[in-house]
Structure formats: C-alpha cells, structure tokens
C-alpha cells in the first residue's frame, strides 16, 4: 500500500528533509519542470510551482496541493505533542 501524500509530508518533516520553520520569503509562478518537494513529480508550466525561500536551505518547490499539505502539516507539528518540534 502506497502512502498518501500527508504521510509524505509527515515523513520529510520528520526526516528534516522539509522545513518546519517559516520562509523568509514565498514566491509563487509557473512550473518549472523542477520536481515537487513532496511528490517528487515535476512542477509543470501548466501548474503553479511554490516556492519557499530560506538563507541556509537549497530551494524548494511544491505543486498547490503538495505546498498545502506542507503547510498544513508544519503548523499541526508545531501544536501536537511528539509529532514535531516545538518552537
């Protein structure tokens, strides 16, 4: 059985291969081509490609739907004990 794309998101916060924390910017446009942080498909031009910027961390780049979830899910870590890092 193949995971969703919340426990995807869960798994990379978890591993730290996504941030919890806030960007210090976000951009937002066409795809890229460039694979989703997440799902690891490309952003394509027809898409909206996310894109949260930081000091210390190589881009990143979501799809609408996998930027969501990311959100959704850094936000819950921050609230609910032992599933993330507490701020």
Not at 40 to 64: G, K, M, N, S, W
Request: a neutral charge.
């Amino acid at each position: 059985m193949s995971k969703s794309l919340a426990d995807l998101v869960r798994d990379k916060l978890k591993a730290g291969t996504l941030p919890y924390d806030d960007p210090v910017k976000m951009w937002a446009g066409h795809g890229s081509g460039q694979p989703c942080a997440v799902c690891e498909e490309p952003v394509l031009l027809a898409q909206v490609e996310y894109e949260p910027q930081y000091d210390t961390r190589p881009p990143i780049r979501f799809h609408t739907g996998c930027h969501r979830l990311w959100e959704a899910e850094r936000h819950r870590g921050r609230y609910l004990p032992n599933d993330g890092p507490r701020s």
